[in-house]
């Protein structure tokens, strides 16, 4: 699996930006794509996902409202659509993948927490100036 993120940059707040995920490598019928984002001295926090397989979403708190996770028809390609955005958005944003998609996004749906997927794109930056 191979995750290329692009769509990072520097908005205002209150500003939107959507970040692109192009995965390869999808043999599956199921995955779990997410999107996590790290900032240099604190813990990385897994901000949404969607299941391949059956649709099935997560979103973070912090997310929740603002974010919206999505495909295109193909499959082949993720989006965040990230919406009045923050100056605490600021981070590396990754684009990350892992198997059985549906159980992985419904037991994180219950424990309200990603776990660590195992295939990872190399991050794009996203900055909100206040």
């Known amino acids: 699996v191979q995750l290329v993120e692009s769509g990072g940059g520097l908005v205002q707040a209150g500003g939107s930006l959507r970040l692109s995920c192009a995965a390869s490598?999808?043999?599956?019928?199921?995955?779990?794509i997410g999107w996590f984002r790290q900032v240099p001295g604190k813990r990385r926090e897994g901000v949404s996902a969607?299941?391949?397989?059956?649709?099935?979403?997560y979103y973070s708190d912090s997310a929740k409202g603002r974010f919206t996770i999505s495909s295109d028809n193909a499959g082949n390609t993720f989006y965040l659509q990230m919406e009045n955005l923050k100056p605490e958005d600021t981070a590396v944003y990754y684009c990350?993948?892992?198997?059985?998609?549906?159980?992985?996004?419904?037991?994180?749906?219950?424990?309200?927490?990603?776990?660590?997927?195992?295939?990872w794109g190399q991050g794009t930056q996203v900055t909100v100036s206040s």
């Open positions: 969607i299941s391949t397989g059956d649709g099935t979403t």
């Open positions: 490598g999808l043999t599956l019928d199921d995955y779990a």
């Open positions: 990350a993948a892992d198997v059985l998609g549906g159980v992985l996004i419904r037991t994180a749906q219950q424990m309200g927490v990603l776990p660590a997927f195992n295939y």
